[in-house]
């Protein structure tokens, strides 16, 4: 048999794979076959490559976490088989889906790489060429025989970001993610140079890949914003069957001290919903207890999301819910990497 990887390209949707439907003048996605027709390059890489196509491919928008599971059920089928995976999905929610990938993957000792383009391949000026070749290449990067890249990643733009660090911040140019909180794990120029030093390495760990399916996705996300009413707060923390919240704050993790508002928290972690604080800051850490705007949240068991993205916390939540840990274990491990995601 070949030396050469084997690389499984999974196509699920997003523009990467749209055309115009004439009569809506809206974009589409359409057949996978096509796409390949469309970037004949990649024939020419040093790789075996395979694909496998949604039957519906999608737009992200529509990705719910039933999709999430289709995803890494293809991954465990094939996990023995092939040795880098490229996902091919929409970018909107590119940033959630991979999120959510990387912790329902655990023990993962191979690529996973996310990518997609903001233009359609088959335009002039397309980004997806570069995107989709690259993205396979780092699949397929190897040192000693084994892949240098053992983690769920996004590429987008010459930029490799471990996935659950990204936040999709432009909806127009080429560069359209972000990882404020963790430098690149590659970048692509005239060679393709990854940073070692930043990589996970979980093949030096003795352990094999489990892949955990079940997501809680009772959640919301609450943004604070100056002048919110108690009436609003009240109303989204009094939903039926909620479990978990993500709760944006300001700066540092910052929010109203006002009575009425620490106490309908209070009254919500009593009745076990977890609530984790955010910062709505690109960049930076929450701090509870820096200032005297959050010293009650911590007091009263408001979780620490560190510097984790808003992203990362809604597929950490949504996967640590299902463990029915107590307050205090639930606590420990969301504060402390689980796949990379907070430092
Ligand atoms: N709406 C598209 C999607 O997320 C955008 C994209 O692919 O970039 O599916």
Not at 98 to 108: G, R, V
Not at 132 to 156: D, M, R, W
Not at 327 to 337: D, G, I, Q, V
Request: hydrophobic content about 40%; glycine content about 6%; overall charge negative.
């Amino acid at each position: 048999m070949s030396t050469k990887p084997h690389i499984l390209l999974i196509y699920t949707g997003g523009t990467i794979g749209m055309m115009k439907d004439y009569a809506s003048n809206a974009l589409k996605a359409f057949d996978f076959s096509q796409l390949l027709d469309k970037i004949p390059e990649i024939q020419q890489l040093n790789c075996h490559i395979e694909t496998i196509s949604f039957e519906n491919p999608i737009d992200s928008s529509n990705m719910t976490t039933k999709f999430y599971v289709d995803i890494v059920e293809i991954i465990e089928k094939n996990y023995d088989v092939f040795d880098g995976f490229v996902i091919l999905s929409g970018s909107d929610t590119m940033s959630y889906i991979s999120s959510a990938i990387s912790f329902m993957l655990e023990n993962l000792q191979k690529p996973v790489i996310f990518t997609g383009s903001q233009l359609p391949i088959g335009d002039l000026r397309t980004d997806a060429k570069e995107n989709l070749i690259t993205s396979i290449e780092v699949a397929c990067a190897q040192k000693n025989g084994i892949p240098i890249i053992q983690e769920v990643c996004l590429y987008f733009e010459y930029k490799l970001y471990r996935a659950n660090r990204t936040t999709k911040l432009n909806a127009e140019q080429f560069e359209a993610f972000v990882s404020m909180n963790h430098p690149p794990l590659a970048e692509s120029g005239v060679y393709l140079k990854f940073n070692e030093h930043y990589l996970l390495k979980n093949s030096t760990k003795n352990s094999t890949l489990i892949v955990r399916k079940e997501l809680v996705t009772d959640i919301v996300i609450l943004k604070i914003f100056p002048g919110i009413t108690e009436n609003v707060v009240k109303s989204i923390l009094h939903i039926k069957h909620l479990k978990g919240v993500v709760m944006e704050t300001f700066g540092s993790g910052n929010a109203p001290n006002e009575t009425w508002f620490v106490n309908l928290i209070k009254e919500a972690i009593e009745n076990n919903i977890r609530i984790v604080n955010v910062t709505q800051c690109l960049g930076g850490n929450v701090n509870q207890g820096h200032y005297e705007t959050s010293v009650a949240l911590k007091k009263i068991g408001v979780v620490s999301g560190k510097d984790i993205t808003t992203e990362a916390a809604v597929a950490k939540l949504m996967y640590l819910l299902n463990e029915n840990f107590s307050l205090s274990e639930f606590t420990n491990f969301f504060e402390k990497p689980l796949r990379g995601e907070i430092s």
